[in-house]
């Protein structure tokens, strides 16, 4: 088999089994306040941010949001979400940051239905569709956010294409993801071929491994309460529960997760709107 197939098998192999896993997750915490699927972070000293009473429990994890998406001015802005999950952090950004829409997408139907029963709020509407067939006009959004998804889509160039596409002269890519080492180098070389350009890069290990451990315990109790026991492993390591594979791949620095601000050129004699 040459190797450019090889290697699209493996990636609709992978997409295949995200295809179910969420599904699975969000069936099985119906019950529960699961608004995140997405690690955490806190800074030293801890940021601080204020929050509602009903978000102090995601208190972590919605600050992985926060540092993301105030990296720009979204106030006003038409903001797409691609891969939101349960909707938690479209939802909080919304209703903190006051974009003109927001528009969050993801491939999981059973996430898309959860969020439109959960998440309520004038502005924010959510689509169920594919980050590397994005079902938007070009030039349609003013910043497209991506919190810790890309790992898990078959082709990230592709997902990058499209953001590009979507996003208008002037708009943002606001992105936070992580790889292990020995993808590293795939990962850097798509970024550096995207045509947006790069404002902003930082690794940000220290902090998505100290909201890990803020969260660790509460999260080993949900895999324990919701997930049959061949599953834990694997659930630990989705958590980033204290002690995970991905915990320590962070620790040690096995595993690199960064954050990244892009914007997109503003062509020669074309105005950025």
Known sequence: MPVIDHLFAIGQIRKAVWQLWYPFLTRRLRGEEVLFLNYAYEEEPPMDIPLAPGDEPNRACIQLYYHVATQVELHGKNVLEVSCG?????SYLTHTLQPK???????????????KQRHRIDGLSFVQGDAENLPFEPNAFDAVINVEASHCYPNFPRFLAEVARVLRPGGNFLYADFRFSENLAEWEKALAATPLKMLRAQNIN???LRGMNRNS????DLITRHLPKFLHTLGADFAGVKGSRIHNALSSGELSYRSYCFEKPVAIGSSPG
């Open 206 to 208: 220290a902090e998505v």
């Open 101 to 115: 829409s927001y528009t969050a997408l993801d491939l999981n139907p059973a996430g898309i239905k959860f969020c």
């Open 217 to 220: 315990p509460r999260s080993q």
């Open 86 to 90: 349960h909707g938690g952090g479209a």
